[in-house]
């Protein structure tokens, strides 16, 4: 007597439902991309969180500060004018306008200029004791405020149906021709393509078709004379 397997009864009922399923895929549908900000978007905050390096003793310090506010690191005092970062959907990063100054060093001018926490080469504080670095920025956003997100519409597709063969439901679509009926794969045999063009027109290349007999008889041929 032959025995059922259950389970393989089961994984084929599933496999089936599967492909059934895949074969009556839907009308295809627009997605809209993701909402972005534009790539020079920057939003302003509350805080800046400075790292300085002291390199007589390796020591590092964090200093959040507040926008508008200074604070001191031995003898380099650091002030904040400004804090922006990106805003999200970007990649991350944050700025500072900061103004430094080191009584320790007074042939040193004070810097006064931005610096970023991703390209920290662009500005550097030229000092041979501190070294001063934006980390981030911290707080409640400020001016200039990054806005909301900009609205994307999904695209509108000329036609929505799916033909068959590329797994919808809709008929597979018949190639048209100018006047909107179908092309015709073959010439049609009642209307065969003259070989001649029509007067005016170029000469054409095909030989002439030959001459169909009248019905009286053709004369003998002459003879060779070099048979003679």
């Known amino acids: 007597m032959m025995k059922r397997h259950p389970a393989k009864?089961?994984?084929?009922?599933?496999?089936?439902?599967?492909?059934?399923?895949?074969?009556?895929?839907?009308?295809?549908?627009?997605?809209?991309?993701?909402?972005?900000?534009?790539?020079?978007?920057?939003?302003?905050?509350?805080?800046?969180?400075?790292?300085?390096?002291?390199?007589l003793d390796a020591h590092l310090e964090l200093l959040t500060i507040p926008v508008g506010g200074?604070?001191?690191?031995?003898?380099?005092?650091?002030?904040?004018?400004?804090?922006?970062?990106?805003?999200?959907?970007?990649?991350?990063?944050?700025?500072?306008?900061?103004?430094?100054?080191?009584?320790?060093?007074?042939?040193?001018?004070?810097?006064?200029?931005?610096?970023l926490a991703q390209e920290p080469s662009v500005a550097t504080y030229g000092s041979p004791l501190y070294d001063v670095r934006v980390v981030s920025c911290a707080g409640t956003p400020t001016a200039p405020q990054a806005g909301p997100l900009p609205v994307v519409k999904a695209p509108v597709l000329a036609s929505a149906e799916v033909p068959v063969e590329e797994g919808g439901d809709a008929?597979?679509?018949?190639?048209?021709?100018?006047?909107?009926?179908?092309?015709?794969?073959?010439?049609?045999?009642?209307?065969?393509?003259p070989l001649a063009p029509p007067s005016g027109a170029a000469p054409s290349l095909a030989p002439a078709a030959p001459a169909q007999p009248s019905g009286q008889p053709l004369?003998?041929?002459e003879a060779d004379p070099g048979l003679e």
């Not at 809209?32 to 969180?49: H, K």
């Not at 804090?83 to 004070?110: M, N």
């Not at 048209?176 to 393509?193: F, T």
Request: charged share 10%; aromatic share 4%.
């Open 171 to 193: 008929p597979a679509s018949q190639p048209g021709s100018a006047s909107g009926g179908p092309v015709p794969l073959a010439p049609d045999s009642h209307n065969p393509i």
């Open 9 to 55: 009864v089961l994984l084929c009922g599933a496999a089936g439902a599967l492909l059934l399923g895949s074969a009556s895929v839907r009308a295809a549908t627009g997605v809209a991309p993701p909402a972005m900000y534009p790539a020079a978007t920057w939003q302003g905050q509350s805080q800046a969180v400075v790292r300085v390096l002291d390199r």
């Open 70 to 115: 200074s604070a001191t690191y031995h003898s380099l005092s650091v002030g904040v004018e400004a804090c922006v970062s990106r805003p999200q959907t970007l990649a991350a990063d944050a700025g500072a306008l900061l103004h430094l100054k080191d009584s320790s060093d007074p042939q040193r001018p004070p810097f006064d200029g931005w610096m």
């Open 219 to 221: 004369p003998p041929p």
